[in-house]
């Protein structure tokens, strides 16, 4: 028991139970660690439990020409030659043994006829490329990893008479803070949703696997949990981010009814043959291929619909582009006055049967679009067109991490999945984030192992000082909501989600960045004064207020790198900077915490990609990126 508080002591901690969390606390725990996982969230109900699309591997099983030098290639290109090279490698490298992995823990993925994992088409990769499980991917990818985890809770019974003895499951239990023995990771702090009791975990090693940070914007398709807690938790323990400046904005989401505004409308219904209209009945998206683009994508709509059943003739049809174009082609069709009466696009598969999407064929590859139209909006996809906007749905930026070990700057603390950054870039291909996971929450949960091996008994210690630090000021909130000046946390959320939508959203500019800065200023004074009522047991105001001040620290990285950043590049429109800059492309924004606790932002440069890999890339599209000096020397 340390400063009256009960105690937990494990070799690694893994926060977040998403598929970043699970792979990780897999190979933390068959590496011989005492392994925790702690949730935010219920066990099973992580982000992961959502993805619909499917997970990318260059497994090559609907198109044999695939391997992971494409998958790499179409990385980079989405990314715009932002991305951290070396993730890339070995996320394109290492995607498809991950994937078969989870077939021997027991995932049942769709198949081919002749029996091989089904892969299906997505926005940016250039063939067949996703594995899945109809549009429910991420559940099956969330109950593999359960039950590979009570697999190995079950082994340990057999040896030890406790289930729990080397892995352990605390579910419903928020880390507030992470604490420190000098430069070193030592432990964190929790709270339990239920009871309000705090908890202690004492560990040397921890896994950042906390999700992204969507709850910061109004209209968003992220679930309550994605606070950006563990980008802020990192971010106060000395780490520091990268690419915070590009956020995904998925370009379908349901725009109708209001309560279900930001909800997603996967990839998938465009890679099967969906297309997108205007309220004129045009296929728009053919006047926005970007000249980048230019060569790769289909010109007419002929040529796209047969790409789906001849692609090695024809070219891809451009509603298949990466995220961040279609996002912003469907934003310019709507400001121009062509949107549909809820103020979205028409995206359409009823009656598309010349792609072979009968209504059978509709039900069977996309039963939960089915499904979550039907309920929710009372609309049959099978018979009539969805309504769909962009919506905030995924953070390129993240902890920067060491590509191969998953290690953060502080020692100890380590990175996996969506709270890490550079793997992606200024835009993540869709399917890119379920092989992300896997990819890379084996190589964190591997680092953590082998940093605590080279420990070895000189362990870091935690503080009484700074656990009853943290637990003093996870509680100050409680008071009197009537007293003068007190703030309200909803009103903060409100007020944050409807700034950072407006004013650092999809398309941006100077002025309106600005006055997002000065709007999260004056809510991070105003945060000092919330208050809230009642008492500690199952309190969702209080656990807002926590919430929230992650979710402004978190804010202000971006507001800040989106106003540094002048030029546009996936995931980050400059409406007064509208060009891409090649001088721009070998810069990162890394952001660190200052001593009166507000943000740093300092350029940094790239590692410039290995030759090897530069090699893989004609000249002339490289070109479109790279600086002429950067490229000197090249055979053009
Ligand atoms: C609707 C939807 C569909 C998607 N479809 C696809 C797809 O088809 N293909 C694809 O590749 N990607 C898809 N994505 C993206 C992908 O699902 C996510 O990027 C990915 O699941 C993130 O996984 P993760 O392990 O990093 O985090 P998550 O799965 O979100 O897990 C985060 C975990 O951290 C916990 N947590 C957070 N904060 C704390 C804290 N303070 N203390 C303790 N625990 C904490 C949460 O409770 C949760 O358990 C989709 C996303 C959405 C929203």
Not at 158 to 177: H, M, S
Not at 509 to 519: I, P
Request: hydrophobic fraction near 35%; charged fraction near 25%.
């Amino acid at each position: 028991m340390t400063a009256d508080i009960e105690t937990h002591t494990y070799d690694v901690v893994i926060i977040g139970a998403g598929g970043a969390g699970l792979r990780a606390a897999i190979e933390a725990r068959v590496s011989g660690k005492k392994t925790a996982i702690i949730s935010k969230s219920l066990f099973g109900k992580a982000h992961t439990v959502m993805a619909e699309g499917g997970c990318a591997a260059a497994m090559g099983n609907a198109n044999s020409n695939d391997n992971w030098m494409v998958h790499f290639g179409d990385t980079m290109r989405g990314g715009k030659f932002l991305n951290n090279w070396r993730m890339a490698e070995l996320h394109a490298k290492e995607a498809p043994d991950r994937v078969w992995e989870l077939e021997t823990y027991g995932a049942l993925f769709d198949r081919t006829a002749d029996g091989r994992i089904s892969q299906r088409n997505f926005g940016g990769h250039s063939y067949p490329r996703l594995a899945h499980v109809g549009d429910r991917t991420g559940l099956e990818l969330i109950r593999t990893l359960q039950q590979k985890i009570v697999s190995l809770q079950q082994e340990d019974f057999r040896n030890t008479g406790d289930y729990e003895a080397n892995i352990k499951v605390y579910d419903e239990t928020t880390i507030v803070d992470l604490l420190k023995d000098g430069d070193k990771i030592s432990g964190a702090v929790a709270y339990q949703r239920e009871s309000g009791r705090h908890l202690l975990f004492e560990a040397p090693a921890i896994v950042m696997a906390t999700g992204g940070i969507g709850k910061s914007y109004k209209v968003t398709s992220n679930s309550w949990e994605y606070t950006g807690d563990g980008h802020a938790l990192a971010l106060r323990a000395g780490a520091s981010l990268i690419n915070m400046e590009f956020l995904q904005f998925h370009p379908t989401g349901m725009v109708w009814p209001p309560s279900v505004k930001g909800i997603l409308v996967t990839e998938s219904v465009r890679g099967d043959g969906g297309i997108l209209t205007n309220s004129e009945g045009k296929r728009f998206m053919f006047d926005y291929i970007a000249d980048v683009f230019k060569d790769l994508y289909a010109t007419t709509p002929e040529e796209g619909d047969r790409w789906y059943t001849d692609p090695d003739n024809n070219r891809r049809p451009p509603e298949l582009l990466p995220r961040d174009e279609v996002a912003r082609a469907i934003n310019s069709e709507v400001k121009a006055g062509r949107g549909t009466p809820h103020g979205g696009v028409y995206l359409t598969v009823a009656g598309r049967t010349e792609v072979g999407l009968t209504t059978e064929a509709i039900l069977k590859k996309l039963p939960s679009m089915h499904h979550q139209f039907k309920e929710l909006a009372d609309v049959d996809i099978t018979k009539e067109a969805m309504e769909v906007g962009p919506t905030c749905h995924y953070v390129m930026g993240g902890i920067e991490v060491d590509p191969d070990t998953g290690a953060a700057s502080v020692p100890g603390l380590f990175a996996a999945g969506e709270c890490s950054g550079g793997m992606h870039g200024s835009n993540r291909l869709g399917g890119n984030s379920l092989s992300d996971l896997l990819v890379f929450g084996k190589r964190a949960g591997a680092g953590a192992a082998e940093y605590v091996d080279k420990l070895g008994k000189d362990r870091p210690v935690v503080s009484d000082a700074a656990v009853k630090e943290a637990r003093d000021r996870s509680v100050a909130p409680f008071g009197d909501g009537g007293q003068e000046g007190a703030e309200n946390p909803y009103t903060i959320h409100q007020e944050l989600q409807q700034s950072m939508n407006d004013l650092v959203g999809i398309i941006r500019k100077a002025e309106e960045v600005e006055e997002a800065q000065g709007k999260i200023d004056e809510l991070r004074e105003r945060a000092k004064h919330m208050v809230v009522e009642g008492h500690r047991q199952f309190n969702p105001g209080w656990h807002l207020a926590l919430d929230l001040r992650n979710m402004l620290l978190v804010s202000e990285c971006v507001a800040k790198a989106a106003l540094i950043r002048t030029e546009s590049r996936g995931g980050h429109t400059r409406e007064d900077h509208p060009v891409m800059n090649a001088e721009w492309r070998h810069k990162l924004l890394v952001c660190n915490i200052k001593d009166d606790g507000s943000v740093d932002v300092q350029e940094k440069e790239q590692i410039p990609l290995r030759e090897d890999l530069l090699d893989l890339f004609e000249m002339s599209e490289l070109k479109k990126y790279f600086t002429e000096a950067e490229l000197a020397g090249r055979n053009s």
